[in-house]
């Protein structure tokens, strides 16, 4: 600012001025708070300042004119990433109150795309109108926050270091706004040295938008502010996020979190954090190597924290395999020199291990966890397999399931086989073509007289079902289509199984099973071919509804279909032993519907497909009865 002024501004300088001397040294919330600014720049100087800032710990304000923003990018650039605020003082420094609207437009928008080139597209700016020169009308065409001053030293009338630091110190308060220009090399020495001088007195220099945020004010479009008095009100710094990685399946889990209110802003390739960096809505996978830099901020430009940086070099090992054949355990890694840590009570990171260097043998009813690390690797993500009691090998079926003992019993029993390697996909779709294969081997793979070959259109003569299908129609448990087809892939509906699983256990029982009306609120939905059989099971326990409805055409999991089996089967052999009793069945649909959660085994084959591939087995003597 230089010599003009304009008569309102000098009027509320003088109404500041004295209300300084009136208020009393109150007994503040927080600490003394003051915001430096420096008009003018950036210059030959701006470097040297910054360093000195730097080292202070402290935070300005830069009223950079376009013109000179054009011509030091990188500076402008090195102020709003050091934390500093980037603001307007206009292009060339007119007169904003002597120019055309869209003389102001122009003065205020071209330094806007210019600053834009160090913080990034999207950053708002504070404007100081050159000599203060302001009246409401330009304010409006401005249309951001109009900030003036409380504490002017004219350091650029007084060329020497100690008067300047002098006359900034003596004129400082609690809240003030200090008006500088770091154009002058006197006034970079100057105002460091008052800076120290205040510091020491209990000052802490900040953005004009902190000294703000900090004691509970907003800065409105077009208002002019010149300070911000101590109200009793101290919100603190920013403080810096607080970043944590976990592996997690070979890449990196990251999560951060701030303070209150502040948005985090982060960069994973290591590139300096601006208006454009990816906002954090929720933790999330990142590929190692990588260097993660994040900030918290109300504001990036002048209201963000200090820069967290978290780098990593290493690569995430692969996550381990686990592997039970033939009652040998064998746990493999892709991650070539990676160290397999195992545990048979779940494999820790904080330790409690065993290192895997070659097979194991191992007790049926053992659960296996596995991690790999090791000097050149992040921890992969730990995987957990079960080798259960009866002897069947499970990667997605763990005990804490509930789906684990009928599955277990289903996969033992050869009724169920999973895609190999111990996938059973528990929570995969039951279709028509695998429900008939389930029955046909509970039954124990009794001999047909239908040829299967050529019954149905689009069942195909070597598939695992074709033979089951074949049994299942013989039998009349199930029917085709209309339209001659058999649609063995399609998914099972929950009224089919009914059906089907009816038919199948009125086969066994010898007679029609006990029935009673339906009270569930969608039983109308319920197709006439299938309200016996529905009525049946659900008097039988066998299935029940979800809140008071059967969902005819909802389709069933692998899992519940293993329940249904195992009920059909108790259910037989109660009858056998005690025909009143029909014992304590849990029902299928009772658990929680907890969806399985282990990852995807790799190269999974097809569901059916994983059926086809693996012979079938003659069920063992639980079932034999049955047939
Ligand atoms: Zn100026």
Redesign the pocket.
Known sequence: ?RAKRVLSFVLALVLLVSAAFAAPTAQAVGGKLIAITY??GPGPYTQRLLDGLKARGVKATFFMLGQRAQNYPSTVARVYQEGHQVAN?SYS?PELTSLSDSGVKNEIQTTNSFLDKGCGKGTSYLVRP?YGSMNHYTAQLVGAPLILWSVDPQDWLYRNAETVKNRIVSASFDGAIVLVHDIHSTTVDGSLAAIDRLKAQGYEFVTVNELFRRRGRSLANGGSYSASRPNGTDLGPVKPPEVSVTPENGRLRVSITAQQGASIYYTLDGSDITQTAARYTGSFLADAPCKIKAVSAYNLNGGRSETVEKIFTKPAASTPAILVEEGLLTITCESPGATVYFSYTGASYSGGNQIYTQPIPIEPGTEIAAYAGGENYLNSGRVQAMYSARGTFFQDVLPKSWYYEPMDWAAASGYMNGVGQGWFQPGGQVTRGQLAAFLYRHAGLPAIETDPVGLFPDVAPDRFYTTPVAWAWEQGFVQGYGDGSFQPDRPVTRQEMCAVVFGYLRSLMGGVPQTQPLDYTDRDQIAPWAYDAVASLTALGLVNGTDGAFNPSGTTTRAQAAIVLMRVTELVESLDEDPGDNGPLPSPDEPKPEEPSQPEPPDTPSESGGEGTVALQAPKAKGQGLG
């Open positions: 600012m008009d003018d003082h420094h050159p």
